[in-house]
C-alpha cells in the first residue's frame, strides 16, 4: 500500500552576508524547510520565480535592488509571506517595507530560532479568508464594493489592485460593517491568534488600504478610526 509523503515547505532566504544566510539557511533546513539563497535583488527574483517559495526572509539592504523594491516586484507574482530583514532599527525601513507587501520585520541582530518561529506561525495561517456564511457576496458603501466571495474591491466600478493581506483586512470590517475592531481582532482575524509582533504593523496595511481607496485619514469614509479602539468600516459618504 503505497504512503503519501508530505512536501516540504519551500523558504527563500535573500541576504547578502553569507554567514547570515547560512546559518538561517541551517535552522530552517533542521526544520524540514527546503531552501533556496540569493545575495542580491535580481537573483532573488529569478530564484522567486524558479522556485515559487512559501516563505521569503528577504534583507532590506541589498545590492543592486533592494529589498523594498524586490518585494514590490515579488507582490506582481506571487503570494508568499515576506519577512524582511533591516540592520537598521529608523521605523521608517520597516514601516515603508510593510508598505510594499511584507507581512512582518526583524531587525538585525536577531534570533535565528525566533525567525523560525514566526515563519512556522505565518505557514499555520491561511491566506486566504473563509467565506462568508451570508447570502450577500458583495458589500457597499456608497461607490465601494468588496466582493467577499470574488476577493475584489471596485471603486467607482473599477476594481483597486489591493494585496491579500489590505483586502482580508478590507474583508473583516465589511463583513461586520457595525462593529469596532481592536488591532488585536484585526490581527487575530487577518493574521492568526498565533502571530506575536508590534500591533502597529494594521496601522501600517490600513494606511495603504486607505491610499489604494483614496481615503483620507483626516475625514475617511471607508475606514474609519474610532479613537483608542481601532477601525470600522464607513459608509462611502
Given at each position: 500500500?503505497?504512503?503519501?509523503t508530505?512536501?516540504?515547505?519551500?523558504?527563500?532566504?535573500?541576504?547578502?552576508?553569507?554567514?547570515?544566510?547560512?546559518?538561517?539557511?541551517?535552522?530552517?533546513?533542521?526544520?524540514?524547510?527546503?531552501?533556496?539563497?540569493?545575495?542580491?535583488?535580481?537573483?532573488?527574483?529569478?530564484?522567486?520565480?524558479?522556485?515559487?517559495?512559501?516563505?521569503?526572509?528577504?534583507?532590506?539592504?541589498?545590492?543592486?535592488l533592494?529589498g523594498?523594491?524586490?518585494?514590490?516586484?515579488?507582490?506582481?507574482f506571487?503570494?508568499?509571506?515576506?519577512?524582511?530583514?533591516?540592520?537598521?532599527s529608523?521605523?521608517?525601513?520597516?514601516?515603508?517595507?510593510?508598505?510594499?507587501?511584507?507581512?512582518?520585520?526583524?531587525t538585525?541582530?536577531?534570533?535565528?530560532?525566533?525567525?523560525?518561529?514566526?515563519v512556522k506561525?505565518?505557514?499555520r495561517?491561511?491566506?486566504?479568508?473563509p467565506?462568508?456564511?451570508t447570502?450577500?457576496t458583495?458589500?457597499?458603501?456608497?461607490?465601494?464594493?468588496?466582493?467577499?466571495d470574488?476577493?475584489?474591491a471596485?471603486?467607482?466600478?473599477?476594481?483597486?489592485d489591493?494585496?491579500?493581506?489590505?483586502?482580508?483586512?478590507?474583508?473583516?470590517l465589511?463583513r461586520?460593517?457595525?462593529?469596532?475592531?481592536?488591532?488585536?481582532?484585526?490581527?487575530?482575524?487577518v493574521?492568526?491568534?498565533?502571530w506575536?509582533?508590534?500591533?502597529r504593523?494594521?496601522d501600517v496595511?490600513?494606511?495603504?488600504?486607505?491610499?489604494?481607496?483614496?481615503?483620507?485619514?483626516a475625514?475617511?469614509?471607508?475606514?474609519?478610526?474610532?479613537?483608542?479602539?481601532?477601525?470600522?468600516?464607513?459608509?462611502?459618504?
Open positions: 500500500m503505497e504512503t503519501m508530505q512536501q516540504p515547505r519551500r523558504a527563500l532566504v535573500v541576504d547578502d552576508e553569507s554567514a547570515l544566510v547560512d546559518l538561517v539557511r541551517g535552522y530552517l533546513q533542521h526544520d524540514g524547510f527546503e531552501v533556496r539563497t540569493a545575495q542580491d535583488g535580481p537573483a532573488a527574483l529569478e530564484a522567486a520565480r524558479e522556485f515559487d517559495p512559501e516563505v521569503v526572509v528577504l534583507d532590506l539592504g541589498l545590492p543592486l533592494d523594498v523594491e524586490v518585494c514590490r516586484e515579488l507582490r506582481r506571487s503570494d508568499c509571506y515576506v519577512i524582511m530583514l533591516t540592520a537598521r529608523d521605523e521608517v525601513d520597516k514601516l515603508v517595507g510593510l508598505s510594499v507587501g511584507a507581512d512582518d520585520y526583524l538585525k541582530p536577531f534570533s535565528p530560532r525566533e525567525l523560525v518561529a514566526r506561525v505565518m505557514l495561517r491561511p491566506r486566504r479568508l467565506a462568508p456564511n447570502t450577500a458583495v458589500a457597499r458603501f456608497g461607490p465601494l464594493e468588496v466582493d467577499l470574488g476577493r475584489e471596485r471603486l467607482g466600478g473599477r476594481t483597486r489591493l494585496t491579500v493581506t489590505e483586502f482580508n483586512l478590507l474583508a473583516t465589511a461586520q460593517p457595525h462593529v469596532a475592531f481592536t488591532r488585536r481582532q484585526l490581527i487575530d482575524a493574521w492568526g491568534d498565533d506575536v509582533g508590534d500591533d504593523l494594521v496595511h490600513i494606511g495603504h488600504l486607505r491610499r489604494k481607496l483614496g481615503d483620507d485619514a475625514a475617511p469614509r471607508f475606514v474609519r478610526t474610532i479613537r483608542g479602539v481601532g477601525y470600522r468600516m464607513g459608509g462611502g459618504r
